[in-house]
């Protein structure tokens, strides 16, 4: 299995400021086609995790521009310009190149 | 919209067996991969596998195969998961979720399940 190793943040992150979550792959996840299948997520305290950034570097639909993704075939970062509360809650790093799907043990955002 | 809603939370005795539902609204079913996840306090969350609509095609994580055994009802747009011969490792929250080529973009609100004497 591609095992996910996610980085800790600094807690808590003042308001405003930026914060950058790492994540590692125990395998390359650029696929053949040219993308790399590399999904973010944030779960907010008391609800279900909502995808924010799939293909490393594209952002779902609906979901701020103040957050951006980037890296290589094995390491990942999610970028949040100017950290808000509504950005508090665990972030999650997940494979998606293959079975079985897995994930990173989370990084937790706290807001100062 | 897109809506996955699941069923309350279960407490069940260790030994015992537990199905849970997702129904689904506001997307073709049909033509839908529907996977389902589970989260346990650390925090962290696994897939178990998903099950295609369609002609009820599965692909399950080697981890769960005879744990969890998923099925559709399509008349009612409706995932569904046993869970058998559960554990105190069992207990969890259960997720279904939509996957897509972009990953899992829709999440039901979850399901506790209490493994308990």
């Known amino acids: 299995d591609i095992v996910m190793t996610q980085g800790a943040l600094p807690n808590p992150v003042p308001s405003g400021e930026s914060a950058s979550i790492t994540c590692q792959s125990s395998k390359s996840l650029l696929h053949s086609n040219g993308k790399t299948y590399l999904n973010w997520y944030l779960q907010r305290p008391g609800q279900s995790p909502q995808l924010l950034i799939y293909?490393?570097?594209t952002r779902a639909s609906g979901v701020s521009d103040r957050f951006s993704g980037s890296g290589s075939g094995t390491d990942f970062t999610l970028k949040i310009s100017s950290v808000e509360a509504e950005d508090v809650g665990v972030y999650y790093c997940q494979q998606f190149l293959e079975y079985p799907r897995t994930f990173g043990g989370g990084t937790k955002l706290e807001l100062k | 919209q897109v809506k996955l809603l699941q069923s309350g939370a279960e407490l069940v005795k260790p030994g015992a067996s537990v199905k849970l539902s997702c129904k689904t609204s506001g997307f073709t079913f049909s033509t839908s991969y529907m996977s389902w996840l589970k989260q346990v306090p650390g925090p962290s969350i696994e897939w178990i596998g998903w099950i295609y609509a369609g002609d009820g095609g599965t692909n399950y994580n080697q981890k769960f195969k005879g744990k969890a055994t998923l099925t559709v009802d399509k008349s009612s747009s409706t995932a569904y998961m046993d869970l058998s011969s559960l554990t105190s490792e069992d207990a969890a929250v259960y997720f279904c979720?939509?996957?897509?080529?972009?990953?899992?973009?829709?999440w039901g609100q979850g399901t506790l399940v209490t493994v308990s004497s």
């Open positions: 979720a939509r996957g897509t080529t972009g990953g899992f973009a829709y």
């Open positions: 293909w490393m570097s």
